[in-house]
């Protein structure tokens, strides 16, 4: 069974950086497409960043140009680079490895943005 372990999350100051980590237990993580999700309590989740596995990302438009997703596919491990971060940012951040046959789910790392 695949385990999977978010790191990275805490407390930043408005305009501020934080670099989430995925660590997943698994050898082919290569064939998986990987996306990081975030989720504020009585909202729906929200996919924030995605990586196919050609290397082809697409980002929701609020974290647009301040959000960047990477792989190390050695490593098992995915990367979510996060500036800039806004007031509305604070959520629950987790992370997601999706292939045809299923969507392996972590189980989240808090982000909280405050002065």
């Known amino acids: 069974q695949v385990e999977i372990t978010e790191s990275g999350g805490g407390l930043v100051e408005p305009g501020g950086s934080l670099r989430l980590s995925c660590a997943a237990t698994t050898n082919i993580f290569s064939i998986y497409d990987i996306s990081w999700h975030r989720q504020v ?4 989740r929200e996919r924030v960043a995605y990586m ?5 990302t697409e980002y ?10 990477s792989r190390d596919n050695a490593k098992a491990t995915m990367y979510l680079q996060m500036n800039a971060l806004l007031p509305n940012d604070p ?5 997601s490895l999706d292939s045809i046959h ?12 405050s002065a």
């Not at 196919?52 to 082809?56: A, E, F, N, V, Y």
């Not at 959520?91 to 992370?95: K, Q």
């Not at 299923?102 to 943005?113: A, F, H, M, Y």
Request: hydrophobic content about 30%; charged content about 15%; glycine content about 14%.
């Open 41 to 44: 309590p009585g909202q729906q």
């Open 60 to 69: 929701a438009d609020s974290v647009e140009g301040r959000f960047t997703i």
């Open 91 to 95: 959520a629950a951040y987790f992370c």
């Open 102 to 113: 299923r969507t392996l789910w972590g189980r989240g790392t808090q982000v909280t943005v």
């Open 52 to 56: 196919h596995t050609s290397g082809r």
